[in-house]
């Protein structure tokens, strides 16, 4: 059997580094790259694809469960979540994660984690990689309003702040982030988007049309019982019937 | 003395024998219990809002004695008017008293009594309420504080990375682990206090930077200072360690280049200002959508040390780092020696 190829990331080198160390000491791992935040975590798991991360929950700017929230369906390494907080444990096995490690991780718990990991492997699936990186959305969630979305060009990741956006329209799997005049690509659906936005900053004018309030010029109503939306910068969208209330409500 | 009372009993009837004619001899029925059942609410309503400080006590007794005796006097009058306003012969002032005295003493005294009882009885309850309230107020500021300063992540974080000096480099480790005992030691002296001397405070602060400059490698950078002005002043337990955290987390974990932290006390006339500065990526300035735990924390304990009288502002400089302040009044520590105000229980 050819090694597990393996990528840790731990916001600090020290904590990381205990990480490392134990995973090159096991025999059927190959360390192949380590990432100090979420952005690299996705970044290097974009670019090696690698067998099963081991990474820190707690992280500043994009944490473990949101790292896993933003991965692309289709290459999905085994997770082992890593965390100082007993709380964690309970979100790491509802999202559907390999193993957790308490901080200090010994030697022969890291072993069992990895055990654990092989079997996993050996029994890989689509749907086992969808569930991880819906449940870790949920997490997500649970944890507060969307304040950016992590978007992708090529191999490198990148913030898109919830502000900046004008507004979002459905692609795919995908949804399109309209900002001014570019446009960026993040993985979620419209209902995902629309639970994880503030409704004071963000309604949805239509099944695949979502749009900052405060972008909005006017909005005219049509006899079909849908309205016109101008945005500033000259977008016009129109709103279905399904969701004018929405839109009324905005007229109030 | 007793010769007066025989001429008195002399005047009135034989003490009645049934029941309602010892009820009237109480004065019961007469108008008086009726105008004092009037005025029961006001009086307690009075007695309630009185504030007796200690140095007017003398005077509030004299004062209520002085109304209960023109209270007396005044129902007297009236009753008197009332009953013989109209009548062509007038009992004497004499032959009056005793009727007058019965009639009207009684529940005049009554009445105080009872406002009394009920006054004191409100207040003593009160006080024990306000008491609980305070304890409970000085033990909540305690878990808070306690758990305010040492987070799971923090602790975790710092034996992770001992657990990994331990096999690279055992020197280090030990360093490690002596600056993690100073920190524990200082938690566990400290648990008992709510106000320290700004020493201690400090040298917390830099102890627990010292760690998260191991943790960090070379990432971190640090300063900490407090103007010899300050040296006697008193501040929260740990009131900085929230906004060390944040530093770390918003400041140096965030960037891959690292940063410096820079941790300052000075004095402003009677004012103190705290001041926790990182280099970082800068908050975005307008109202944060959230505020951390940490934050909160904080300004519930200046809330419950200091009242109005206190100020938490964290400014973000986008791409120059974030500037948390805390403004509040300058106390001299109490005892000139380094030891901390214990909880006033």
């Known amino acids: 059997m050819s090694s597990i190829r393996v990528i840790a990331v731990d916001d600090e080198p020290l904590a990381r580094e205990r990480v490392t160390t134990l995973v090159r000491e096991t025999a059927g791992l190959e360390l192949v790259g380590e990432g100090a935040n979420g952005l690299e975590a996705l970044d290097l798991i974009t670019r090696l694809e690698p067998d099963l991360i081991f990474i820190d929950v707690e992280m500043p700017e994009l944490d473990g469960f949101g790292v896993i929230a933003a991965l692309e369906v289709d290459r999905v390494p085994a997770v082992i979540f890593i965390t100082a907080?007993?709380?964690?444990?309970?979100t790491a096995f509802d999202v559907g994660a390999v193993d957790y490690l308490h901080k200090p991780v010994t030697r022969s718990r890291f072993a069992a984690a990895v055990e654990r990991a092989k079997e996993r492997l050996a029994a890989r699936s689509v749907a086992h990689w969808r569930a991880l990186v819906a449940g870790a959305g949920l997490a997500q969630r649970s944890r507060g309003l969307r304040t950016r979305f992590v978007v992708r060009r090529g191999n490198t990741h990148y913030f898109?702040?919830?502000?900046?956006?004008?507004?979002?329209?459905?692609?795919?799997?995908?949804?399109?982030?309209?900002?001014?005049?570019?446009?960026?690509?993040?993985?979620?659906?419209?209902?995902?988007?629309?639970?994880?936005?503030?409704?004071?900053?963000?309604?949805?004018i239509h099944r695949s049309a979502i749009v900052a309030v405060d972008r909005i010029v006017s909005i005219r109503s049509h006899e079909s019982g849908s309205h016109v939306v101008d945005l500033k910068g000259g977008v016009r969208l129109r709103s279905s019937r399904q969701y004018a209330d929405r839109v009324r409500a905005l007229l109030r | 003395m007793r010769g007066s009372g025989e001429r008195m009993l002399r005047r009135v009837p034989a003490p009645p024998r049934d029941l309602p004619a010892l009820l009237d001899a109480f004065g019961v029925g007469s108008t008086t219990w009726y105008i004092a059942a009037v005025a029961l609410p006001f009086l307690l309503w009075g007695a309630r809002h009185v504030q007796v400080p200690h140095e007017r006590r003398r005077r509030v007794v004299l004062l209520a004695l002085v109304l209960l005796v023109s209270l007396i006097a005044a129902s007297a009058v009236i009753n008197f008017v009332v009953m013989y306003g109209g009548a062509l012969q007038r009992p004497g002032l004499m032959q009056y008293l005793p009727v007058g005295l019965r009639e009207n003493v009684l529940p005049w005294l009554a009445l105080a009594g009872i406002v009394t009882a009920v006054e004191a009885r409100r207040r003593s309850v009160h006080a024990m309420l306000e008491r609980e309230r305070l304890r409970a107020e000085v033990a909540e500021q305690r878990l808070i504080a306690l758990t305010g300063q040492l987070h799971p992540h923090f602790l975790f974080n710092t034996l992770q990375g001992i657990s990994t000096l331990i096999h690279r480099?055992?020197?280090?480790?030990?360093?490690?682990?002596?600056?993690?005992?100073?920190?524990?030691r200082e938690v566990l002296r400290h648990r008992d206090h709510v106000l320290v001397p700004i020493e201690d405070e400090m040298r917390f602060v830099r102890t627990y930077l010292e760690i998260a400059q191991l943790r960090f490698a070379d990432r971190l950078t640090f300063t900490v200072d407090a103007s010899p002005d300050v040296a006697e002043a008193s501040v929260p337990l740990f009131i900085l360690q929230p906004?060390?955290?944040?530093?770390?987390?918003?400041?140096?974990?965030?960037?891959a280049r690292g940063g410096c932290i820079r941790v300052a006390a000075k004095r402003a006339a009677d004012r103190i200002a705290l001041e926790v500065a990182d280099d970082g990526a800068g908050m975005p300035n307008g109202a944060p959508t959230h505020e951390g735990i940490g934050l909160s924390n904080t300004r519930e304990r200046l809330w419950a040390s200091f009242g109005e009288d206190q100020r938490l502002v964290v400014e973000g400089h986008p791409g120059h780092g974030t500037v948390a302040r805390i403004e509040m009044p300058y106390r001299r520590h109490r005892s000139s020696s380094a030891t901390s105000v214990p909880v006033p229980l």
Do not use: C
Not at chain 1, 85 to 90: I, R, S
Not at chain 1, 169 to 192: C, E, F, I, W
Not at chain 2, 169 to 183: C, G, N, P, Q, T
């Open chain 1, 85 to 90: 907080y007993e709380q964690y444990a309970m």
């Open chain 1, 160 to 204: 898109v702040p919830v502000n900046d956006v004008d507004w979002i329209d459905a692609a795919d799997n995908y949804l399109r982030l309209h900002v001014g005049p570019k446009s960026h690509l993040s993985r979620g659906t419209m209902k995902q988007a629309e639970d994880e936005l503030d409704a004071a900053q963000f309604v949805r």
């Open chain 2, 169 to 184: 480099d055992a020197e280090a480790a030990d360093e490690m682990l002596a600056k993690l005992s100073d920190l524990l």
């Open chain 2, 243 to 255: 906004l060390v955290e944040n530093a770390l987390a918003h400041g140096i974990g965030a960037q």
